[in-house]
């Protein structure tokens, strides 16, 4: 495997379910990125995993929780959603040296996510 | 708050034409910016990164011009072909949090033969 991988590609829940995304990147990055791209909005950032600290868009419910066991690996567990969290969830992943981030983040293909 | 926008939102062109996208940023501090493309249904893949100390990037048909001072990046792409169909993404990197993106909505592009 190469460059950022995600699983599953596709799913569909019921809104009482538990199901979790699964993220890993194969680049050596120290940096983990959820993000979340609807048909109403532009791309936008979830969680940031950055040189063991964590870093929140305080606009995402609780019903998403992020866990990074190690830098290759991220996971988004999801329970309770809603109809409108239906959407793409793509994970990206960086290089960060200290406070200075001026390098690209690369993206997996996403998992479509659908809440029935 | 960090505002991206891109125009135009869609645009349809016939194979061969030399085509600019545009993308406007409302705060000039930025780190970097980078053009993206999207393919219907899939993740997104890095075309060009600008660092805000350079004025432009180039790779094969593709060439991104910065202006940090006026919060503008254009996107040239010439000799268009039906494989460029996709929709183009602008992001803008921000200090004030760690690694954070801020996107546009994208330009939806359709190279026809």
């Known amino acids: 495997e190469t460059g950022v991988t995600q699983t599953p590609r596709h799913l569909v829940m019921g809104m009482t379910n538990k199901k979790s995304l699964k993220c890993e990147q194969h680049?050596?990055?120290?940096?983990m990125y959820w993000y979340k791209q609807s048909a109403k909005k532009p791309l936008e950032l979830m969680f940031v995993?950055?040189?063991?600290?964590?870093?929140e868009n305080n606009s995402v419910p609780s019903r998403f929780s992020p866990e990074c066991p190690n830098s290759s690996h991220l996971f988004l567990h999801l329970h309770t959603l809603q109809p409108e969290d239906s959407a793409l969830y793509l994970c990206?992943?960086?290089?960060?040296?200290?406070?200075?981030?001026?390098?690209?983040?690369?993206f997996g293909p996403g998992t479509r996510l659908t809440v029935t | 708050k960090q505002e991206v926008t891109q125009i135009p939102a869609a645009l349809s062109v016939p194979e061969g034409e030399n085509l600019v996208l545009n993308c406007s940023f409302t705060?000039?501090?930025?780190?970097?910016l980078q053009w993206f493309r999207q393919d219907p249904g899939k993740g997104l893949t890095s075309l060009l990164l600008?660092?805000?100390?350079?004025r432009e990037q180039t790779s094969g048909r593709l060439n991104a011009s910065l202006d940090k001072s006026s919060g503008r990046s254009t996107l040239y792409i010439a000799a268009s072909q039906p494989g460029d169909s996709a929709t183009y993404l602008c992001?803008?990197?921000?200090?004030?949090?760690?690694?954070?993106?801020?996107f546009g909505r994208g330009t939806q592009l359709t190279v026809w033969p």
């Open positions: 990206a992943s960086s290089q960060r040296t200290g406070t200075y981030d001026s390098y690209e983040q690369y």
């Open positions: 680049l050596g990055h120290n940096a």
């Open positions: 995993y950055s040189l063991e600290e964590r870093v």
């Open positions: 705060d000039s501090a930025i780190y970097n």
């Open positions: 600008i660092q805000s100390s350079q």
């Open positions: 992001a803008v990197k921000g200090g004030s949090t760690l690694g954070r993106l801020y």
